[in-house]
Structure formats: C-alpha cells, structure tokens
C-alpha cells in the first residue's frame, strides 16, 4: 500500500486500495468480464490504482468503465490508455 499522495491543497489522499488484494477477488471468478472502477472516491477520500488494476483487466480480457468525475483537475489521470475502456466525466445531480 502507498502512503497517500499530495492534493493541489496540500491535503493527502488514502491510497488504501490494494490492487493484489482486488485483482485476487476478481480472479476468483473467471465469469467476471467487466470492472467499474471509481479512480477517486471523495466521501472515503480513497484513490483506486488505476493503472494497475486496469492492465491486469487487459490482460485477463476484461472490460473496464471509470467514473473520473472526482479526478479531473486533481489526479494526473490518462484515459487514452488502451487500458482503459471507457471513461466518464459527467456527474448526475
């Protein structure tokens, strides 16, 4: 696990997703075909490690949808990646 990383504000964020941890969920259950990842959740303050989790979603076939509504103009976030399947920044309210 990382330590967290440094808001623009100076505030830190919780990198406390493991992705070991989530990739051996996943891969538990060959039928999974598709992962909804949320890159930052801002109630739990969590940041989910993106890359790595969508790379293994590559390699195991899967699909992958990210809702960056959270990240844009905060993370350093690249959804041109041939990771990443699909990438949202809309909001509903």
């Not at 504000?9 to 259950?29: I, Q």
């Not at 039928?31 to 989910?48: D, G, K, M, S």
């Not at 790595?52 to 844009?72: H, K, P």
């Amino acid at each position: 696990m990382a330590d967290g990383q440094h808001q623009p504000d100076g505030e830190r964020t919780s990198t406390d997703v493991n992705p070991k941890v989530v990739v051996a969920a996943l891969r538990r259950d060959p039928a999974i075909r598709l992962q909804v990842l949320v890159h930052h959740e801002t109630t739990t303050r969590l940041l989910a490690p993106l890359r790595e989790l969508c790379r293994v979603a590559v390699d195991d076939g899967e699909t992958t949808v990210v809702n960056a509504i959270s990240s844009v103009g905060a993370h350093r976030l690249d959804l041109s990646s041939r990771a990443v399947t699909s990438g949202s920044v809309i909001s509903t309210i």
